[in-house]
């Protein structure tokens, strides 16, 4: 299995983006799926997570402003990202975790502008 994201880009402060990371091969019906994010100098920091059966959770820092959704169809993980801010700059890595497996993506980057 390997994990896809894409969806990063500039945007302004204010703005919005919307994350996409795509699973390729069998993941099976029981997994959770995850964003997290590193700025540079940074550790890497849970951002949200969505579980096969839509139970979602956020860090503090993003409630109000981030949806995670998933369509369990398409093996596709969202994040949509409102309200953004210059600190909210990182690259986003999703992570797809299963009772057999630990996969992370390889990261795309958001870039928020004051």
């Known amino acids: 299995v390997q994990l896809q994201a894409f969806g990063g880009g500039l945007v302004q402060s204010g703005g919005s983006l919307r994350l996409s990371c795509v699973a390729s091969?069998?993941?099976?019906?029981?997994?959770?799926m995850a964003w997290f994010r590193q700025a540079p100098g940074n550790q890497r920091e849970f951002v949200a997570l969505i579980s096969s059966g839509g139970t979602s959770n956020y860090a503090d820092f993003v409630k109000g402003r981030f949806t995670i959704s998933r369509d369990n169809a398409k093996n596709t993980m969202y994040l949509q990202m409102n309200n953004l801010k210059p600190e909210d700059t990182s690259v986003y890595y999703c992570r797809l975790m299963t009772p057999r497996n630990d996969i992370w993506g390889q990261g795309t980057l958001v870039t928020v502008s004051s």
């Open positions: 091969g069998s993941i099976g019906s029981i997994n959770t």
